[in-house]
Protein backbone atom coordinates (compact mmCIF):
# COMPACT_ATOMS: atom_id res chain seq x y z
CA UNK A 1 0.00 0.00 0.00
CA UNK A 2 2.66 2.43 0.91
CA UNK A 3 4.67 1.77 -2.46
CA UNK A 4 0.95 2.84 -4.41
CA UNK A 5 0.52 5.76 -2.52
CA UNK A 6 4.09 7.28 -3.40
CA UNK A 7 3.62 5.95 -6.75
CA UNK A 8 0.20 8.04 -6.59
CA UNK A 9 0.81 11.49 -8.83
CA UNK A 10 -2.48 13.36 -7.64
CA UNK A 11 -0.61 14.10 -4.54
CA UNK A 12 1.94 16.33 -6.07
CA UNK A 13 -0.13 17.98 -8.28
CA UNK A 14 -2.81 19.07 -5.32
CA UNK A 15 1.04 20.38 -3.86
CA UNK A 16 1.65 17.83 -1.07
CA UNK A 17 4.88 15.94 -1.86
CA UNK A 18 5.89 13.14 -0.20
CA UNK A 19 9.65 13.83 1.16
CA UNK A 20 10.30 10.84 3.49
CA UNK A 21 9.47 7.20 3.68
CA UNK A 22 9.85 4.91 6.26
CA UNK A 23 9.40 1.17 7.42
CA UNK A 24 10.68 -1.71 9.40
CA UNK A 25 11.44 -3.87 7.02
CA UNK A 26 14.77 -5.22 6.33
CA UNK A 27 14.28 -5.39 2.95
CA UNK A 28 12.83 -2.08 2.65
CA UNK A 29 15.22 -0.31 4.25
CA UNK A 30 17.73 1.34 2.30
CA UNK A 31 15.72 0.59 -1.24
CA UNK A 32 15.65 4.00 -3.38
CA UNK A 33 12.00 5.22 -4.01
CA UNK A 34 12.96 7.53 -6.87
CA UNK A 35 15.20 10.09 -5.53
CA UNK A 36 14.21 9.01 -1.66
CA UNK A 37 15.76 6.03 0.10
CA UNK A 38 12.94 4.48 2.79
CA UNK A 39 14.37 4.91 6.53
CA UNK A 40 13.94 2.68 9.29
CA UNK A 41 10.91 4.23 11.61
CA UNK A 42 13.71 4.93 14.38
CA UNK A 43 14.77 7.98 12.15
CA UNK A 44 11.31 9.54 12.19
CA UNK A 45 11.98 12.15 14.75
CA UNK A 46 15.06 13.30 13.91
CA UNK A 47 13.42 13.49 10.22
CA UNK A 48 10.83 15.13 11.38
CA UNK A 49 12.83 18.22 12.94
CA UNK A 50 14.91 18.17 10.14
CA UNK A 51 12.14 18.32 7.22
CA UNK A 52 9.42 19.86 9.32
CA UNK A 53 7.17 17.27 8.97
CA UNK A 54 3.37 17.57 9.50
CA UNK A 55 1.53 14.91 8.17
CA UNK A 56 1.84 11.00 8.58
CA UNK A 57 0.38 8.72 6.44
CA UNK A 58 -0.30 5.09 7.88
CA UNK A 59 -0.18 2.11 5.28
CA UNK A 60 0.95 -0.72 7.74
CA UNK A 61 -0.59 -3.82 8.87
CA UNK A 62 -3.66 -3.19 10.96
CA UNK A 63 -1.54 -4.80 13.94
CA UNK A 64 0.90 -2.35 13.96
CA UNK A 65 -1.11 0.80 13.22
CA UNK A 66 -1.29 2.08 16.37
CA UNK A 67 2.72 1.97 17.04
CA UNK A 68 3.50 3.63 14.37
CA UNK A 69 0.57 6.48 15.62
CA UNK A 70 2.15 6.40 18.60
CA UNK A 71 5.78 7.14 17.22
CA UNK A 72 4.09 9.89 14.38
CA UNK A 73 2.66 11.97 16.77
CA UNK A 74 5.77 11.83 19.35
CA UNK A 75 7.55 12.78 16.53
CA UNK A 76 5.49 15.71 16.25
CA UNK A 77 2.91 15.67 13.34
CA UNK A 78 -0.08 17.41 13.41
CA UNK A 79 -1.92 15.37 10.86
CA UNK A 80 -2.04 11.66 10.15
CA UNK A 81 -3.77 9.74 7.21
CA UNK A 82 -4.62 6.28 8.53
CA UNK A 83 -4.90 3.23 5.62
CA UNK A 84 -4.61 0.55 8.47
CA UNK A 85 -7.88 -1.05 8.72
CA UNK A 86 -8.22 -0.41 12.46
CA UNK A 87 -9.20 2.55 14.09
CA UNK A 88 -6.05 4.11 16.37
CA UNK A 89 -6.49 6.37 19.51
CA UNK A 90 -4.46 9.64 19.08
CA UNK A 91 -4.50 12.82 20.97
CA UNK A 92 -7.10 15.73 20.07
CA UNK A 93 -4.55 18.45 19.40
CA UNK A 94 -3.41 15.88 16.23
CA UNK A 95 -6.02 15.79 13.27
CA UNK A 96 -6.88 12.25 11.91
CA UNK A 97 -8.29 11.19 8.85
CA UNK A 98 -9.16 7.48 8.26
CA UNK A 99 -9.64 5.44 4.78
CA UNK A 100 -11.41 2.53 5.06
CA UNK A 101 -11.03 1.15 1.63
CA UNK A 102 -13.58 -1.84 2.57
CA UNK A 103 -16.17 0.80 3.13
CA UNK A 104 -15.39 2.59 0.09
CA UNK A 105 -15.49 -0.61 -1.93
CA UNK A 106 -19.00 -1.56 -0.31
CA UNK A 107 -20.37 2.12 -1.27
CA UNK A 108 -19.59 1.18 -4.78
CA UNK A 109 -20.83 -2.08 -5.11
CA UNK A 110 -23.81 -0.72 -3.55
CA UNK A 111 -24.38 2.04 -6.52
CA UNK A 112 -23.60 -0.53 -9.14
CA UNK A 113 -26.92 -2.44 -7.66
CA UNK A 114 -28.69 0.78 -7.57
CA UNK A 115 -27.95 1.44 -11.36
CA UNK A 116 -30.02 -2.17 -11.31
CA UNK A 117 -29.10 -4.35 -14.39
CA UNK A 118 -30.06 -2.45 -17.52
CA UNK A 119 -28.16 0.76 -16.70
CA UNK A 120 -25.10 -1.56 -15.45
CA UNK A 121 -25.06 -3.76 -18.60
CA UNK A 122 -25.10 -0.42 -21.02
CA UNK A 123 -21.75 1.04 -18.46
CA UNK A 124 -19.93 -2.26 -18.75
CA UNK A 125 -20.47 -1.94 -23.24
CA UNK A 126 -19.26 1.80 -22.72
CA UNK A 127 -16.68 0.86 -21.30
CA UNK A 128 -15.49 -2.43 -23.17
CA UNK A 129 -16.06 0.30 -26.13
CA UNK A 130 -13.90 2.77 -24.91
Given at each position: ???ALFAYKEFRRQGFDIVSVFDVSADRVGQKWRDLTVRHI???RAETERL???IGIIAVPARAAQGVADRLVAAGMRGVLNFAHRRI????TVALRTVNLSIELEGLAFAIKALGPKAAGAARRAR???
Open positions: MGSDELSLEEIPPAGA
